[in-house]
């Protein structure tokens, strides 16, 4: 039982000298830096490439030895209170630094603490440190606090751990391991590696020099012995005091990643909500940020910019008013364009194809057509005009396009994880999809062009919103030869990650848009016909109907038409609503073809709605 319990305090102890030797090394990168400096700079400057942020944030954050500023981090002694008596403050900046302190970096933040001239301190400094009640010089222009030191006035033991404030009990744990070394005189540090290997991982500094004194006596001197080991490349000295041997630097960043992996785990809330200061975007982080968006020379999202720059992750305390501040600081800069609710890219990079509808997707004009004899066909009329049924259907957004839509009246799929489409020919073609078809607050109305990238698989594609043409580009990758010309239906999805959504298609149709190929080539042939003769749309509508003896509903209708010639879904409606020969059956809305009632012609009721 003894030996785990020995066992178990060597596994404490070596993960107690792991962090402070982290802590060490962060604050050695902070040393005589101007300005203070994020998580990432401190991470990089160290050079410990197998550490993650997290970890290096977990012991700024825990620590009293460093203070935080803007998100950025510098020494808590620069915030010193300047009426204290000098000789003190000299003393704290030495304690936090917790090792033989080189006299440049000392002066270099005296002048960071009182604001002064470098030069200043190292003309008065050096008077103070000659001082040995407080003071001792530790060779190599290096000073360390003489309480560091295990002085020894006495030759009885219990005097001597009397005047260093110890105790037996604070010796006898290292007796078995680091005690049973004869330490020698020339040899010092040689002798304090084997003590520490012995004893098997991290040992107090004073306990160590008390068992040099007990070994040496008369030859033991205490700033000798301090500096040598000090000095010593075989041996590391934490700021706590404690010393372990260089054989052991390896298990040290071995102990380091084991905690960095359990700190990785850790709730961010339990963490790291206790990081002081506000999260805002300095005009200093402005210009990083732009630089950052430039040099990607692509589309980076708020998440990435305020990891990257910032330091502060979605979750963690102080995002959001982070981002507000990001928006904010970005609102108005000409470098950067916003393409996305929270996404930027550098300005001019938007592609000149997504600016502007295909010109395959416009409507031709119309005019109504006229016969020799006087008749004349295809006339639009005003929506009061329009049969009762008809007045909601040309509201579908399945019949609603690019150039002929009314999105404020439009009655959308609810707003959802997702939002079903589904293709037509001409947006096929084109790869494009008209936002008609999707909730506007699914990809958002602002900015004008958005961002976005779809993904499949391994399939990961750019795609535009452009809020002002009122279409999706880039989709031609996405519609596949094994869909249909027209009806494929598909979903897209939020994946929780900003401005990523997630490509759905299982094969399914859309009933009321599905033209199967047998159908297909009929309608092509229709539309030879009808350009060879330049027949009037009533004509076309008439002969589509005539194939659909029991009637068809009026999306299926108008995607027909479509397929033969494109236009608006109120010409359609209005040839419907305007001539005896064309009705609805029954209660199911779908419509149907007179032949009998095609000479009593246009409706005279309606003439008062012709558009003019």
């Not at 630097?249 to 200061?277: C, H, N, R, S, Y």
């Amino acid at each position: 039982m003894g030996t785990s319990a020995v066992k178990i305090d060597i596994e404490d102890t070596m993960r107690t000298a792991a962090r402070v030797y982290l802590e060490d090394r962060i604050y050695d990168t902070l040393v005589g830096r101007e300005e203070p400096a994020k998580t990432g700079e401190i991470l990089r400057d160290m050079g410990m490439e197998d550490l993650t942020l997290r970890v290096v944030r977990h012991i700024l954050i825990t620590s009293a030895r460093f203070e935080s500023t803007e998100r950025r981090w510098t020494l808590a002694t620069r915030f010193e209170d300047t009426q204290r008596p000098f000789e003190r403050v000299v003393e704290n900046i030495i304690e936090s630094h917790g090792r033989p302190m080189v006299f440049s970096a000392l002066a270099q933040e005296l002048a960071y603490v009182y604001r002064r001239p470098v030069r200043y301190y190292e003309e008065i400094a050096p008077r103070l440190l000659s001082s040995q009640d407080k003071f001792f010089s530790a060779g190599g222009d290096t000073y360390g606090l003489s309480k560091w030191l295990v002085i020894a006035e006495s030759d009885e033991p219990e005097d001597v751990l009397f005047d260093n404030f110890m105790e037996e009990s604070d010796i006898e744990s290292y007796r078995k391991g680091a005690g049973s070394v004869e330490w020698s005189a020339d040899d010092i540090a040689g002798s304090a590696e084997k003590a520490l290997s012995a004893a098997g991982g991290a040992v107090p500094l004073k306990a160590l020099g008390y068992l040099a004194w007990e070994s040496m006596r008369d030859e033991y001197d205490p700033v000798e012995f301090y500096s040598t080991i000090a000095g010593s490349k075989k041996i590391e000295i934490l700021s706590n005091q404690q010393a372990v041997s260089s054989k052991h630097k390896k298990e040290l960043m071995k102990t380091l990643q084991d905690i960095a992996t359990e700190i990785e785990e850790m709730p961010i809330e339990v963490e790291e909500q206790a990081e002081a200061g506000p999260v805002t975007v300095t005009e200093a982080d402005r210009d990083e940020i732009v630089d950052l968006v430039l040099k990607s020379g692509g589309t980076l999202n708020a998440e990435e910019i305020l990891e990257s720059v910032i330091e502060i992750s979605s979750g963690e305390p102080g995002y959001d008013e982070a981002l507000e501040s990001l928006k904010q600081a970005l609102e108005g800069e000409e470098r950067v364009i916003r393409v996305g609710p929270d996404r930027w890219r550098p300005a001019g990079s938007i592609p000149e194809e997504i600016l502007e509808a295909p010109a395959a997707l416009a409507i031709p004009l119309h005019t109504p057509f006229e016969t020799p004899e006087g008749d004349v066909y295809d006339q639009e009329l005003e929506d009061e005009g329009l049969e009762s049924g008809l007045r909601q259907e040309i509201l579908n957004p399945l019949v609603q396009d690019v150039g002929d839509e009314d999105p404020e009246e439009t009655q959308y799929q609810p707003l959802d994880q997702y939002q079903r489409a589904v293709l037509k020919y001409h947006h096929k073609l084109a790869g494009t999809m008209p936002l008609i078809q999707f909730h506007p607050d699914f990809f958002g109305t602002e900015p004008e062009i958005i961002h976005i990238t779809l993904i499949d698989g391994g399939m990961r594609r750019d795609v535009w919103v452009n809020n002002k043409t009122r279409l999706m580009y880039g989709m031609k990758d996405w519609y596949t030869d094994d869909m249909p010309i027209s009806g494929a239906a598909f979903e897209i999805h939020k994946t929780g990650r900003s401005g990523e959504y997630r490509f759905v298609y299982d094969n399914r149709t859309d009933a009321l848009i599905f033209v199967p190929t047998s159908r297909l080539l009929e309608l092509l042939d229709l539309k030879d016909e009808a350009e060879s003769r330049d027949a009037p749309l009533f004509d076309i509508i008439t002969r589509i109907l005539e194939h659909y003896r029991k009637g068809i509903g009026f999306v299926s209708l108008f995607t027909e038409v479509n397929l033969v010639r494109r236009a608006t879904r109120r010409l359609v409606a209005s040839i419907l609503s305007s001539y005896h020969c064309f009705h609805t059956r029954g209660k199911t809305g779908e419509w149907q073809y007179d032949a009998k009632k095609r000479s009593q012609g246009f409706n005279k009721s309606k003439r008062k709605y012709v558009k003019k």
